[in-house]
């Protein structure tokens, strides 16, 4: 069964970072892409960046040039990278990979558990 688990994310100042982490596990047999979305109080979740297993990057607007989103493929991790955090940063930020277990033939979506990151002012 494959699975995604978070860790990181916490309470954290304004100005500050955080490197919240995704390690996939399981019988995989590729990943495709992995990636970081966020929802916030109220609102629809939204994409925060996705990388493809090339290592190409995409990034949602506001996020450009704060975050960074990175992956090991020997680890099956993704990290992300949140510099000059915001107080409107603060969300429910979750871990999603495209996976081609053992026994499937096409990726399957998954989701890590999600971590709240709360920024104060």
């Known amino acids: 069964q494959v699975q995604l688990v978070q860790s990181g994310g916490g309470l954290v100042q304004a100005g500050g970072s955080l490197r919240p982490s995704c390690v996939a596990s399981?019988?995989?047999?590729?990943?495709?892409?992995m990636g970081w979305y966020r929802q916030a109080p109220g609102k629809q979740r939204e994409l925060v960046a996705i990388?493809?297993?090339?290592?190409?990057?995409n990034y949602a607007d506001s996020m450009k040039g704060r975050f960074t989103i990175s992956r090991d493929n020997a680890k099956n991790t993704v990290y992300l990278q949140m510099s000059d955090l915001k107080p409107e940063d603060t969300a429910v930020y979750s871990c999603?990979?495209?996976?081609?277990?053992?026994?499937?033939?096409?990726?399957?979506?998954?989701w890590g558990q999600g971590t709240l990151v709360t920024v104060s002012s």
């Open positions: 999603n990979a495209h996976i081609r277990t053992m026994t499937s033939v096409f990726d399957m979506e998954y």
């Open positions: 399981g019988s995989m047999f590729s990943i495709s892409a």
């Open positions: 990388i493809a297993s090339s290592g190409s990057t």
